[in-house]
């Protein structure tokens, strides 16, 4: 039987890439590509059926930055599919992003040089603001979109006849001081981006605590810094390629310089077939570039404890009933 692949955000940057190396790797997979502009999703179908022209797609919309398109897309997922073998939770966005500057050059003078260009630590601010749903834009869509699709195609993704992965692709940027548990939307703060991939790894670490009896697993990814339209946000795109040098030099000194969606996309691809018993819920794993250009996967450990996890699981099932009571009076 074909294995069904579901992919959040994948018109585009990361979520395109890792559909075209799906399909290289394996012709025989479903793809499903889970996108909020239909037009963009029938157009990375396009590219992606002129690359492998006997490729099975589907495309289902899903704004996962809005509540009733996360259910109507979800119910959708339901009818059509039987079984979902991977869901990659990829689509996210870092709302008009800020460099600063002073910072970037202090830190270029320092000793936290290579962490600084590594996670961007420092770096970037962001606004966010206020959804429909009356939720925060960024936790909603990097986060709470994706955990209410989850939760509601359970029925698919857990079965008894073989594992199903989720993969969420969170960011070297993710970090614990970014975050807090009595905040955990970022109401109060300018790293929003920062909190809600930190949210991610403490997520996935509760999900495999829930969820693995009942089949499925949960696994996180770091792309690395990759020029998609993600970072057109932060600079013009003529400025990234005038810079690209430079970029290749700071290669030399971190291998999270992936830079392009191919390679960005390494990690996500090496978990696709992956033995759910080799995963380690407490690892984040990376994707990486060598100044060489090479690419390979490497693992770190999370910045956290289990409860912390455990207690943002329960206030995220607890906004679960509030939103819900919202939807469904
Ligand atoms: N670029 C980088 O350096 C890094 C990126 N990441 C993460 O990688 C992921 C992919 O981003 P990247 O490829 O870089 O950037 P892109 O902007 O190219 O891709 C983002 C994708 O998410 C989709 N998306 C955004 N908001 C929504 C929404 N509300 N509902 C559904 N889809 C949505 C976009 O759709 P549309 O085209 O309609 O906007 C697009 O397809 C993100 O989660 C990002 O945080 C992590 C680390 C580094
Ligand atoms: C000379 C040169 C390369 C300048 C660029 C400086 C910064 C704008 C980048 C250095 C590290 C980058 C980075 C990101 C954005 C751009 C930088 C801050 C991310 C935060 C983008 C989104 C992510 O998820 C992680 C990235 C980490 C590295």
Redesign the pocket.
């Known amino acids: 039987m074909r294995k069904v692949v579901v992919i959040t955000g994948a018109n585009s940057g990361i979520g395109l890439a890792l559909c075209e190396r799906l399909l290289s790797k394996d012709d025989q997979i479903h793809l499903c590509l889970a996108c909020r502009n239909l037009q963009r999703a029938e157009n990375a179908r396009t590219a992606l059926m002129t690359s492998h022209p006997s490729a099975d797609i589907g495309i289902v919309q899903i704004d996962v930055g809005s509540i009733k398109s996360v259910l109507r897309g979800a119910k959708e997922l339901r009818e059509r599919y039987k079984r979902i073998d991977y869901l990659y939770l990829n689509a996210g966005i870092?709302p008009n992003p800020r460099?600063s500057f002073k910072a970037?050059i202090t830190g270029l003078f320092s000793s936290k040089v290579i962490s600084?260009?590594?996670?961007?630590e420092g770096?970037?601010t962001q606004e966010d603001k206020v959804t429909e749903d009356g939720l925060q834009e960024v936790f909603e869509t990097n986060i709470f979109g994706h955990f209410m699709l989850i939760r509601e195609i359970e029925p698919v993704l857990c079965h008894a006849d073989g594992p199903s992965q989720l993969i969420w692709t969170s960011?070297?940027?993710a970090r614990r001081s970014a975050f807090s548990l009595t905040d955990y939307q970022h109401v109060n703060g300018q790293e929003s981006?920062s909190s809600s991939?930190y949210a991610m790894d403490l997520l996935s670490v509760a999900l495999n605590k829930h969820y693995n009896q009942q089949g499925m697993f949960s696994s996180v990814v770091c792309p690395g810094?990759v020029l998609t339209n993600?970072?057109y946000g932060?600079?013009p795109q003529f400025i990234w390629m005038f810079?690209m040098p430079?970029?290749w030099l700071?290669r030399l000194l971190t291998n999270?310089f992936t830079l392009s969606p191919y390679n960005g996309a390494e990690a996500l691809l090496w978990l696709f077939g992956r033995k759910v018993e080799s995963l380690d819920s407490l690892v984040k794993y990376h994707s990486c570039t060598s100044g060489l250009g090479n690419n390979y996967v490497q693992s770190s450990k999370m910045d956290l404890e289990e409860e912390s996890s455990d207690l943002f699981y329960q206030k995220i099932l607890d906004l679960e009933k509030e939103v819900r009571k919202k939807t469904n009076p």
């Open positions: 870092m460099i970037l600084m260009f590594a996670t961007g770096l970037l960011s070297s940027n981006y991939k810094f993600l970072a932060i600079l810079i430079i970029m700071v999270t």
